[in-house]
Structure formats: structure tokens, C-alpha cells
């Protein structure tokens, strides 16, 4: 369960169905050409929180489908519905995922008790490894050193996906629970992540750019931090203009430049304009030849 994982994209028609084609050639184009170590299903990414039920398990069962054994999956079942959140981690405990991850209950303002609750019930009532997602820019739920400690005493949680950008609480977290598995969300703070000591990443721009990031976390693990450092250099390029484009649709684009069907965005996303499009090629010309 370390390395690098893609938080996977999904292929859309313009009616806001899934592309099952489209979705396996997303998959396809990840193993295949990023080569990453695993992928991170109905994330952020994979607009998860725009879509029904039945299309997050029909993702889960396509990618799982595609996926076979090539590579280690985490099924992100989180939900503001925890019956939802429990019959998704089922889903994917059945489907032979190797663990699942939840988002922290976000919009109503819950307390620390309350978000504890949430993890246990999940845990307790799936009994399959879980890796608590926390991303408090999109949550607004910040958690303490002692509540992520809290948080990893339950049974079957092995770990967090931590997209903040606070490093001084990441070294806490890893000095204080060297057992558990942390993930860094933030691709453009790989670097500097990785030489904090954590175990993995997990990121929306793997999808077009996973070689390169698996490079920057090995030559940190090595000790390599020079050559890290020219190649997170060239990565937050890349990113810095993939942001300023319109992050998901661009990088969509640039898949289908690449000759993958990656489809559309959920609305309200809107799609990029002729210029965003032309943008896209650019950035490929520029950093993905
Ligand atoms: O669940 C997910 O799709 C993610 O792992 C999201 C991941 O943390 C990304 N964050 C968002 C909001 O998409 C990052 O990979 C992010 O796109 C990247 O660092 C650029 O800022």
C-alpha cells in the first residue's frame, strides 16, 4: 500500500453519464504509461461528490474490472449519508479493493465526537482497512495531532491521506505514529512531503504525470533531494498552469490529446472554451512529449 496512486479521473458524457470505454482507457493510460503503484477511486478527482449511488459503484466495478491484480486500489466511499458510506465500503470490500478511504463529514459543522463516530461506525460495521481522508481547505475540518491519534486507535485504520500544507503538523504525525500509513495529497509539496517520511502519495495530476512523481519520491527516499528538486521544479510548472486552466478539464484535455477518451466534467463544472482546450495542447507540447 505505498507509492504513488493516481486519484483517478472518470470519463463523462456531455449527459453526465459514466464512459465505461472511456474510464478503462483512463485506467489503461495510468498503469500503462504513468505506471503507478495504485489508484484512488471516487476521490475529489473523480467528482465523486457530484454523482448518484449507482455510479459510484458502477465505477468501482468497471476499475476494479480493468484493474484485475495489476495494481493496489482504495475505494473513497465517503459521504455526508453514512448508510451510503457503509454500503459503498461493502461494495468494495466485496469487489477485492485492498482498502477504503473516507472523506471527513464535511458541511454541517461536526464536532470531533461526531466525526469520530463517523470512522468507527465505518470501520466497525464494514471491518475492512480504512484511510481517513483529510483535506480541510474543501472540509473546513481541521483535526489536532491527538485527534488523528484518536483516529488511528480504531481497529482497521491503517493511515491518512493528508492534503494540507501544514508540515509542521505532517512531521508530528509521522514521528508520533510511524506504524500508520501516510499518503501526501498535495502533488506541487511532493518533495517536500517526501522527505518528511511519508509512505505514499495521492494525486489528480498522476494521471497525466505519474512517472515524473514516482521519480520525485524515490530520489527523496534515496537521498537524491538535487535531482528532486529540478523535477518538482518542472512538475509545479506544469501544475501552475494546469490550475490556472481549470484543473480537472484540463487535465482531461490532456488526456485526450494523448488519445484517450477522458470525456466530460459533471455540471456545474464547465467545460473549457476553444482557448482552455488550445491551452491544454500547449501544456502537453511543453512538459508531456
Ligand atoms: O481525492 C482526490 O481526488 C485527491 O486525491 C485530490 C488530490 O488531493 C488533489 N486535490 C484536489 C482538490 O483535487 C491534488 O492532487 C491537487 O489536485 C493537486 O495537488 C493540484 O493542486
Do not use: W
Not at 484512488?40 to 476494479?64: A, C, D, H, P, R
Not at 460495521?125 to 484511510?131: A, G, I, K, R, T
Amino acid at each position: 500500500m505505498k507509492g504513488v496512486f493516481s486519484a483517478l479521473l472518470c470519463s463523462f458524457d456531455d449527459k453526465g453519464n459514466v464512459n465505461e470505454k472511456g474510464l478503462r482507457e483512463i485506467v489503461r493510460y495510468n498503469l500503462d504509461e504513468c505506471g503507478v503503484d495504485g489508484l484512488y477511486v471516487n476521490g475529489s478527482t473523480g467528482e465523486n461528490f457530484l454523482i448518484s449511488t449507482e455510479q459510484k459503484k458502477e465505477i468501482f466495478q468497471v476499475v476494479k474490472d480493468e484493474v484485475g491484480d495489476e495494481a493496489q486500489l482504495i475505494g473513497q466511499i465517503g459521504s455526508l449519508n453514512i448508510d451510503e458510506s457503509v454500503e459503498l465500503g461493502h461494495y468494495v470490500k466485496e469487489l477485492g479493493y485492498d482498502a477504503m478511504s473516507a472523506v471527513t463529514p464535511y458541511y454541517y459543522k461536526f464536532n470531533f465526537d461526531e466525526v469520530k463516530n463517523y470512522y468507527s461506525t465505518l470501520v466497525n460495521q464494514v471491518e475492512f482497512p480504512l484511510v481517513v481522508y483529510s483535506i480541510p481547505a474543501l472540509t473546513g475540518v481541521n483535526m489536532s495531532l491527538e485527534q488523528f491519534g484518536e483516529l488511528f486507535k480504531l481497529e482497521h485504520v491503517i493511515g491518512v491521506k493528508f492534503t494540507a500544507p501544514d508540515f509542521f503538523l505532517l512531521e508530528r504525525l509521522r514521528h508520533a505514529y510511524p506504524d500508520q500509513l501516510i499518503y501526501s495529497g498535495f502533488d506541487e509539496m511532493l518533495l517536500s512531503a517526501s522527505v518528511l517520511g511519508i509512505d505514499g502519495a495521492i494525486g489528480s495530476t498522476f494521471n497525466v504525470n505519474g512517472k515524473m512523481a514516482k521519480e520525485i519520491l524515490t530520489d527523496a527516499q534515496a537521498g537524491n533531494i538535487n535531482e528532486a528538486r529540478s523535477k518538482q521544479k518542472q512538475t509545479n510548472d506544469l501544475i501552475a498552469e494546469v490550475l490556472d486552466n481549470g484543473l480537472y478539464q484540463t487535465l482531461k484535455q490532456i488526456l485526450k490529446v494523448k488519445g484517450v477518451q477522458a470525456g466530460e466534467c459533471r455540471k456545474p463544472m464547465n467545460a473549457l472554451s476553444p482557448e482552455g482546450k488550445e491551452r491544454a495542447e500547449q501544456i502537453v507540447n511543453k512538459y508531456l512529449v
